[in-house]
Nanobody
Framework: QVQLVESGGGLVQAGGSLRLSCAAS????????MGWFRQAPGKEREFVAA??????NYADSVKGRFTISRDNVKNTVYLQMNTLKPEDTAVYYC?????????????????WGQGTQVTVSS
């Protein structure tokens, strides 16, 4: 049973920073692609960032502001979010796919965390 547990969300003012963490259970963590997605009220879930091996991919809306990283010893993936904007407000989800290919497609991910709320005030 794969479990993903996110933490680190909260309320922050525009221009501030937050770091999200996602702790994953299971072995061979390093071989899987991991992603972060977000869903704002009334909107569909959207891709934010993904990492596999040494490769990363970002949504255009967060490039230059967000950084995804992973610690394969701790089985944890991180999302460092800087220069936050009110439009970044959403529930952020961590996801893992069965495979190492980077993808932005939501349905390509097989396991999901419960989500953590990020609220950016103006």
């Amino acid at each position: 049973q794969v479990q993903l547990v996110e933490s680190g969300g909260g309320l922050v003012q525009a221009g501030g920073s937050l770091r999200l963490s996602c702790a994953a259970s299971g072995r061979t963590f390093s071989t899987y692609a991991m992603g972060w997605f977000r869903q704002a009220p009334g909107k569909e879930r959207e891709f934010v960032a993904a990492i596999s091996g040494g490769r990363t991919n970002y949504a255009d809306s967060v490039k230059g502001r967000f950084t995804i990283s992973r610690d394969n010893v701790k089985n944890t993936v991180y999302l460092q979010m800087n220069t936050l904007k009110p439009e970044d407000t959403a529930v952020y989800y961590c996801a893992r796919r069965e495979g190492s290919v980077l993808t932005t497609v939501t349905t390509a991910y097989d396991y999901w965390g419960q989500g953590t709320q990020v609220t950016v005030s103006s």
